[in-house]
Structures are given as structure tokens and as C-alpha cells.
């Protein structure tokens, strides 16, 4: 058993949308509050609500229909009605000056808010001290203009302000822009894993493995295939480039803003592992590659080097 102390506070740490649940069966047509309501599945576009037994899950049951109407942040007063009485008690949606509805195909729904879906069941089930009930929503309608109304610790709230995204802005030549840019593949963020490959020779000294972009060095960056493991993308990568290198432990993740002229701009994450491997002798500038005991001049995302001193 969970002590109460958890029981009676875990509540607190969640913020929710509230839906209004509306139904029309035997016990006449009905809303409710529900902060337990949300999207669960894309396609089909499924809506899960959770509610006690009460005549909106009485009307479900029966119709075999709900409505869920996202109250916007201009709604607070519908949703204090809608949950603070049962609709065996009064007619919520009869009284004057509140709910203004629309019929929808089996139940109604209401004006004003964010979203309104309509919804055939597809699933009841008991859940806890609640029943799930999911639909398919059958029809929906958005308005762009409102906000949904936030429901945390007992009150209502408006969503806040955007949070700023945490990225460093990195500025690159077009040239560098254009090579990550193609690494990225058209996806809105760059998702790369890169290698601090060093030496892995008896030399007090370990050289550092680089590659050239354009005028530019950076290290070593594969992309990996969404959902494949970034440690063996990483080193079938660096075998492509004749290097075989052991990956080792993952020194940290580094999230930037690439931009570039104009108002280019592109999300990157990089994963940085710490790799061995054994450097090839000789300064090897000309090439694609070579192997750096100081870090060369022209280097990109010098921030990825940062973890080597971890
Ligand atoms: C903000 C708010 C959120 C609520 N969320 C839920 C919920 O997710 N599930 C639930 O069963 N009851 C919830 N309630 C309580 C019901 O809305 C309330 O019991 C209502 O009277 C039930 O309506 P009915 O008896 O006409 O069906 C909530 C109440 C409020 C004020």
C-alpha cells in the first residue's frame, strides 16, 4: 500500500487540461468535468477519459458516446459548474447565461472551447476507482484563438510564458552550415553522435582524432538511423573511415542552434562518446581526416571538446 502521505499529495504534482465531458442518454443530456482526459492515439484518433460512476458514464454506457470539449482559460466558471454538480441533481446544460452548445451527430457540444471532439466508444474498462473509457473521435472542430485552461493543485491557471529553448547558438561559414545541414536530412533536428577518439598508443601524449569540414575541423559525427544504437552507428562510421575504434562511455550531450547567414538556422544534438583508437603516424593535414595533439585552428562546435576533461 502506498502511505497516505503520497496518496494525498502525488495530486498536487500533476497539471492537466480539463475536458467537459458531455453525453445525452436516459439521464437527459449532461456535462462534466474531467481533468483525466486526453489523446492517446494518432491514428485512429482515440480519446481516453477516466470518470466514477456518475450519469455521464451511465449515458455512455448506454448511448455508446461522449463529447470531450477542452475548456479554454475563458471557461474556468463552466468548469466549476460542470464538476461541482451531478446531473442527478440539476440540469447543468439548461442553466440560463452558461453552457451554449451545439448539436453535434449524438451528443452536444460546447461553444467557446479550445477543442470539441465527438467520440463513439470503443473501450470501457474498470480502472482503480474509475473507468476508462475510450472513443474515436468520429468529428472535431479547433479554435486556433483560444488556450487551453490549466488545472493544477486545486486551481486554475493560464499557461505561461515559452521557455527558451537552452540551445547555444553556434555561428558557421555557409559552407559548414550546408555540410550539417545535408547530414541532417531534411529532419528539424540534427540528431548526431560524435566521437572524441584518442590515441590509444603507450604516448604519454594522446593525439586526437579530427575531420575536415570544408576550412574547418570538427570530430568525428555520424547521424544514426532513428531508433538504432548510436554506439554501433558510431563505429560502423569510423570504420568507413578506416579508423576502428572501441566506444566507449558517453561524456555528455551538447544541444545547439547552428546558424549561418541570413536566417538559416538548425537544431542540433550531438552525443559525445569517448572512443579509443590507434592513430595513424604523421601529420596527415591534406586529408579528410588527421590526428591532433592540441586541437587544430578552425574548429567547430569547440564546445564538444569541453567533455574531454571529464
Ligand atoms: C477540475 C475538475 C476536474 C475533475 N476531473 C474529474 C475526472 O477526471 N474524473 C472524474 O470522474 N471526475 C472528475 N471531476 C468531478 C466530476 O466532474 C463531478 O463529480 C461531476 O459532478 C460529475 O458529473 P455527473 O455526476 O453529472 O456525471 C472533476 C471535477 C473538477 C472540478
Known sequence: MMPDVIQDNAYRYFATTVALVTTDGKWGQNVMAAEWAMQVSYEPMLLAIFVHDSPTLWNIKEAGAFGVNIAADDQ????????????????????????????????????????????????????????????????????????????????????????????????LSPKAFAEFKRMSGGQFVLKAAAAVVRDDGKKKKKKTLFVRIGNSWMLPAAVPERGTDYKKALSVHLASMGVQAEIGEILGIERVMLKSAGKQALRANFVVFSCTARAKEGEEKEEEEGWFLRPPRNLLLKSLLLFQQT
Not at 479554435?143 to 529553448?165: F, M, Q
Open 76 to 171: 474556468a466558471e463552466l468548469v466549476n459548474i460542470a464538476g461541482g454538480y451531478s446531473g442527478t441533481e440539476i440540469a447543468k446544460l439548461a442553466i440560463p447565461g452558461t453552457f451554449q452548445t451545439y448539436a453535434g451527430k449524438s451528443v452536444p457540444l460546447i461553444k467557446g472551447c479550445a477543442l470539441a471532439c465527438e467520440c463513439r466508444v470503443v473501450s470501457v474498462q474498470e480502472m482503480g476507482d474509475h473507468v476508462m473509457v475510450v472513443g474515436e473521435a468520429v468529428s472535431a472542430t479547433f479554435d486556433e484563438k483560444k488556450s487551453p485552461l490549466i488545472y493544477t493543485r486545486g486551481n486554475y491557471r493560464k499557461i505561461g510564458s515559452k521557455l527558451a529553448s537552452g540551445r547555444k547558438t553556434v555561428r
